[in-house]
Every structure is written in C-alpha cells, then in structure tokens.
Antibody, heavy 120, light 106 residues
Framework: EVQLVESGGGLVQPGRSLRLSCAASGFTFDDFALHWVRQAPGKGLEWVSGINWNGGSTGYADSVKGRFTISRDNAKNSLYLQMNSLRTEDTALYYC?????????????WGQGTLVTVSS | DIQMTQSPSSLSASVGDRVTITCRANQGISNYLAWYQQKPGKVPKLLIYAASTLQSGVPSRFSGSGSGTDFTLTISSLQPEDVATYYCQKYNNAPTFGPGTKVDIK
C-alpha cells in the first residue's frame, strides 16, 4: 500500500522559512516523479512544484518560483520542499502527491497534507 | 499560461441522474487531462487520466471524454457517495487545476 506522510508544517511569520518533508513507502520510490500541491482554506487545488525520478528535472508554479525549492533523497525515500520568503498567501494545506508513470501524469496517490500558516 | 475553466461551478441533482461537468482549456492540451474527486474533508482522488482512461478501482459510472480544449466528466447515475467537488487538471508543463465543480444531492 502506498503511503505518503507529510510533516514540517506549522505557524511561521511572513518572510521566514519552513521545510516540508514527505516520507514515502509502499512503492519503488525512485521509479516515480513526485509533486507538491496546496489548498488554501476553503479554496481549490494549486500545483506548487514537481520533481522527476532522479531530481534532474524540476518545475515550479510562477507563484513560488525563486522562493521554493523541491528536492528528493532516494536513499531515504523522502521528498522535500524548502520554502523561503513566505507570504500570507502561502497559507495552505500542502499535499505530497505521487505521479503516474511519467513526470507529467495524473497524481495516483496523495498524502494527508501538512498545514502551513503564515501570519504575524 | 494555459487557464482551465469548469462549468457549472456547482450543481444539485437527484440520485440516479446523469451528471455532466465541462472543463475547458484556453489552448489545446491534447489529452493531458485528469479528473479528481475531493469529498468534504478528504484527500483528492484520481478518477480519470489521459482525458478518458478510468483509474483502477474507480466505478464505471464515471467516464471522461474530450481532447484539445474541451473535456467532460460524466457520472452516468449519481449516487449519494458521489457528493464531492470535482476538479479537472491539465498535467503537462506547469500543471493547472480548474476551479472545481461542487456536486450535491437534490
């Protein structure tokens, strides 16, 4: 059974940093691309960032480009999102999602999410 | 940037009704389109990918069609457990979700 468990969320002041982690199990981790998707309270889904199987290719939404960095450690079956210069509009539930067989695929499995609140 | 729209934004239908949700891209996206179901308080679930391929384990009352700019998600016979918000997503090159369609039971 695929499991994706996010951690690292919390309350942070604007301008500060936070690092999210996603621990994966139940599948061959380095066979799949992974993505971060967020959902602001009461709002829709927003793709944040994605990374291919070996970290050699990444993508970012315009809203986070230059501030967020996605990475993965295949030896630890873990995905990360380093979030710098946080803004109040970054407040959301952040999901880790496993892609299908290619980098650009639907997201077959999702974690439960970790809540990031940016507020002074 | 490619924008995704959905219509309607919400609908209310009776159990057993056929329900259709439309998703439109402002540029052609071939068939790089997925549909997700998100029940209240739950994690999104992939229903359909490649515009019309049913994800394993998804009931056959769900179907998808379309290519290019216009896509539809159809629930052939609405069930109480289908109450949810449905999102389309173009998933190639800067993935983008549609704004969602909330489905309720009348």
């Amino acid at each position: 059974e695929v499991q994706l468990v996010e951690s690292g969320g919390g309350l942070v002041q604007p301008g500060r940093s936070l690092r999210l982690s996603c621990a994966a199990s139940g599948f061959t981790f380095d066979d799949f691309a992974l993505h971060w998707v967020r959902q602001a309270p009461g709002k829709g889904l927003e793709w944040v960032s994605g990374i291919n199987w070996n970290g050699g290719s990444t993508g970012y939404a315009d809203s986070v480009k230059g501030r967020f960095t996605i990475s993965r450690d295949n030896a630890k079956n873990s995905l990360y999102l380093q979030m710098n210069s946080l803004r109040t509009e970054d407040t959301a539930l952040y999901y880790c999602a496993k892609a299908g067989p290619s980098f650009w695929s639907g997201y077959t499995d999702w974690g439960q999410g970790t809540l990031v609140t940016v507020s002074s | 940037d490619i924008q995704m729209t959905q219509s309607p934004s919400s609908l209310s239908a009776s159990v057993g009704d056929r329900v259709t949700i439309t998703c439109r891209a402002n540029q052609g996206i071939s068939n790089y389109l997925a549909w997700y179901q998100q029940k209240p308080g739950k994690v999104p679930k992939l229903l359909i990918y490649a515009a019309s391929t049913l994800q394993s384990g998804v009931p056959s009352r769900f179907s998808g069609s379309g290519s290019g700019t216009d896509f539809t998600l159809t629930i052939s016979s609405l069930q109480p457990e289908d109450v949810a918000t449905y999102y389309c997503q173009k998933y190639n090159n800067a993935p983008t979700f549609g704004p969602g369609t909330k489905v309720d039971i009348k």
